[in-house]
Nanobody, 114 residues
């Protein structure tokens, strides 16, 4: 049974930091691991991804502030978020892809107050 368990969201003041985690179980042959977010009234948007070799890519809106990393032994992906802004407020979802499928986490709320 596939399971993605997210943690680390919360309320933080602008300029603060949070670290999100997403642990995957029941999935084999993971290639990409990534994060998306969805703000109220907006479409879900891609934030960052990391492939199995460690190559990363970021949306322009978070480049230089967010860092994605993964622990392949634990099938876990992390998102370190620094210099948070109110516009980063959203529900953050992890996304895990194999050659044949993709799965989503349940989402974790990140709220940045001004």
């Amino acid at each position: 049974q596939v399971q993605l368990v997210e943690s680390g969201g919360g309320l933080v003041q602008a300029g603060g930091s949070l670290r999100l985690s997403c642990a995957a179980s029941g999935i084999f042959g993971i290639n990409n691991m990534g994060w998306y977010r969805q703000a109220p009234g907006k479409q879900r948007e891609w934030v960052a991804y990391i492939i199995s070799s460690g190559t990363t890519n970021y949306a322009d809106s978070v480049k230089g502030r967010f860092t994605i990393s993964r622990d392949n032994a634990k099938n876990t992906v992390y998102l370190q978020m620094n210099s948070l802004k109110p516009e980063d407020t959203a529900v953050y979802y992890c996304n895990v892809r194999t050659a044949y499928s993709q799965d989503w986490g349940q989402g974790t709320q990140v709220t940045v107050s001004s």
